[in-house]
């Protein structure tokens, strides 16, 4: 068994609220796109809070959606959000470790996998468990982003140590902040075909203030922010200098900043011979 490692940015009350406002804020750039024939089984594995499913459903309000994560508090958020949203959504919701889905074989016609890749250990291991259950043709969807596509103004020495704590502290943790580019060759390697990747870029300026609030403020500068304890206690920077780069992060939401970020979608087929 492969056990997935811890999710890195907690299971606060703040972190369910920074899901929610990412989710939010970029569903136009990363749903775009993705929509599912009615009656077709869907998958999405590693659903959390039900962020990313509550646009799922509203996206495809005819498919029936099997919904899973290995926690049940996360579970038990992620149906109320959806209920609340879509009370007539067709979701079923299961406990369980994605490299122990307990599902017949080619049980789905559609996978969809968003922001999970990046927190385990060896991604392809995961890719290549989810072929057992997607049937022979059916599709993979997957979003990644990638923490060194920051790129922002005005520009921060301090800013960048900051983001570079977070991507230690998860890569230390097992996992990858930096795996939307390894994209291609990850779905490529564990058998999947016709692989296409794209990148979503988020850019955000004063004539864009929802995305400022939304992601740069609430979603990125929020996630850098959640880990000053571990960053610190690892001697990653010191207390002053991480009390710059935050400050500097923030600079880049004012009317005078601008930000920058990419985020990856993939789309592939599993061809539906045996799987390793």
């Known amino acids: 068994m492969t056990t997935p490692i811890e999710y890195v940015h907690g299971y606060s009350a703040h972190e369910t609220r920074r899901l929610g406002d990412q989710a939010d804020t970029l569903a136009a750039l990363l749903h775009s796109g993705t929509a599912y024939p009615a009656g077709s089984r869907v998958l999405e594995v590693g659903c959390g809070v039900g962020a990313q499913t509550a646009h799922l459903v509203t996206a495809s309000p005819r498919a029936h959606f099997t919904a899973v994560d290995v926690s049940a508090d996360s579970l038990a958020q992620a149906r109320a959000r959806v209920t609340a949203q879509s009370p007539d959504a067709q979701v079923s ?47 993979l969807t997957v979003i990644e982003g990638d923490h060194g596509s920051t790129f922002f103004h005005p520009d921060s020495a301090y800013a960048h140590a900051a983001i570079d704590c977070q991507v230690q502290l998860q890569s230390t943790a097992g996992g990858n902040a930096l795996i939307g580019r390894q994209l291609h060759p990850l779905i490529s390697d564990a058998g999947y075909e016709n ?82």
């Open 93 to 139: 919701w299961h406990q369980a470790n994605l490299f122990e889905l307990p599902f017949p074989d080619a049980s789905f016609d559609h996978v969809f996998v968003c922001f999970v890749l990046e927190h385990l250990a060896v991604p392809r291991h995961a890719l290549t468990a989810l072929r057992r259950v997607l049937r022979p043709g059916g599709t």
């Open 195 to 276: 692989v296409v990747v794209r990148p979503r870029t988020v850019y955000a300026d004063r004539s864009r203030p929802t995305l400022v609030n939304g992601f740069t403020r609430n979603t990125f500068i929020a996630m850098i922010e959640s880990v000053r304890e571990d960053a610190l206690a690892a001697g990653l920077m010191t207390p002053s200098d991480w009390a710059r780069g935050i400050a500097d992060l923030h600079r880049t939401a004012t009317a005078d900043g601008t930000f920058h970020y990419t985020f990856f979608k993939a789309h592939a087929v599993n061809p539906g011979d045996a799987v390793d």
